[in-house]
Structures are given as C-alpha cells and as structure tokens.
T-cell receptor
C-alpha cells in the first residue's frame, strides 16, 4: 500500500534555530503533498499545499517566510520552521494522495518542541 | 474548502458495544473518507465511500452516506479497547478536517 514516511518523529530545538521536517512518498509519486499542524486535542489545520517544481500554496494566516516548503522531487517535500519560537511547538503532519478518488496517506507526524 | 464536522465530540463505551459517529459536510462531494488517529500519531485511512454509494463495509466498519443530507456515519461494531482513538472525516477536497470524535472503549 501507499506509504508516506515522515522524519524526524520528534525534535527539540532552541529558540531562534531552524528545523527541517521531511516527508517522503515511498512507493508512489506525489506531485502534491500537504502539511498540517495539530495542537493537543485539536483537529488538523492545513498549513500549505506543496507542489512539485513550483511554489507552495499557503493557507490564510500561515507565514510563508516562517514555514518554508520545498518540493524538489516527486517523492520528497520538506517543511522548514525558521527562527523557531516556543509557540511553534506543535505536531506537524504531512500527507499525500496516491491516486485521485483515493484516501490520503499520512506521515506519522513530527512532534516539535522549541525550548 | 470543504469541511467535515464530526459528532459527538467524545464517546465512551464498553468493549463489545457498537460505536456510531457522524459527519456533516457543506458542499457537493465526489467521495468522503474516514480516518483514525491514535494519540500523538499520524492519521490512518480507514475507508472511502463514493458519492454514488450509500453504504460500505470493511471488517467491523460500516459507513453510510446520505448526500441529500450531506452527512455520513461510521459504525464500529463489537468495539475493542484498541479502537480507542480520534476519528475524523474528510471530503474529497479532503484538506480540512473537523474536530473529530474521541472514542474511548473501556475494557
């Protein structure tokens, strides 16, 4: 079945540093990937849609310069949280859809803690 | 973007009982999906039902879809403690989720 691998599973970083999260589609090509953020006991909030070979589409209220997305290949999208602050601490999840008219496959998520 | 809204927000049942949760959405769809999320983990795709389908089964899961009411239900039969998780629905725009139903199955 379609698998999306997300790395790292968890990361702790200091305020002001940048953190990169990778999302890979292992057995299918994903021209589009999606990045979500989830706070405890809350739903997933779509942050941006990552498009292979072009700029990402960000949801309203999401800072483009804060959350850099790169989708350089058909199997890899990265989210970089720049100049991280404690309020950026959250659970970040990526997803992709192997086929049209198919469910989305999600990565296992990355728990980011900024100290 | 389209949004699924689940209810109830929380459901607590005994092992062996059935659990039913509902989802409502706002606009026309091609399909609707249900997902499960264990605490601190990614989402797992459970089942997809197309707009021309009214009911679908997968193991202990039964999903219904009523496009006239823009609603869907997920029934988990003979629940197990391992079914404890949050359940979300999403439509084929697929990109926004409701707050989910937190299911707790007590042993």
């Amino acid at each position: 079945g379609a698998v999306v691998s997300q790395h790292p599973s968890w990361v702790i970083c200091k305020s002001g540093t940048s953190v990169k999260i990778e999302c890979r589609s292992l057995d299918f090509q994903a021209t589009t990937m999606f990045w979500y953020r989830q706070f405890p006991k809350q739903s997933l909030m779509l942050m941006a849609t990552s498009n292979e070979g072009s700029k990402a589409t960000y949801e309203q209220g999401v800072e483009k310069d804060k959350f850099l997305i790169n989708h350089a290949s058909l199997t890899l999208s990265t989210l970089t949280v720049t100049s991280a602050h404690p309020e950026d601490s959250s659970f970040y999840i990526c997803s992709a859809r192997p086929f049209t008219d198919y469910g989305y496959t999600f990565g296992s998520g990355t728990r980011l803690t900024v100290v | 973007s389209q949004q699924g809204e689940e209810d109830p927000q929380a459901l607590s049942i005994q092992e062996g009982e059935n659990a039913t949760m509902n989802c409502s959405y706002k606009t026309s769809i091609n399909n609707l999906q249900w997902y499960r999320q264990n605490s601190g983990r990614g989402l797992v795709h459970l089942i997809l039902i197309r707009s021309n389908e009214r009911e679908k089964h997968s193991g202990r899961l039964r999903v219904t879809l009523d496009t006239s009411k823009k609603s869907s239900s997920l029934l988990i039969t003979a629940s197990r403690a391992a079914d404890t998780a949050s359940y979300f629905c999403a439509t084929d725009g697929g990109l926004t989720f409701g707050s989910g139903t937190q299911l707790t199955v007590l042993p």
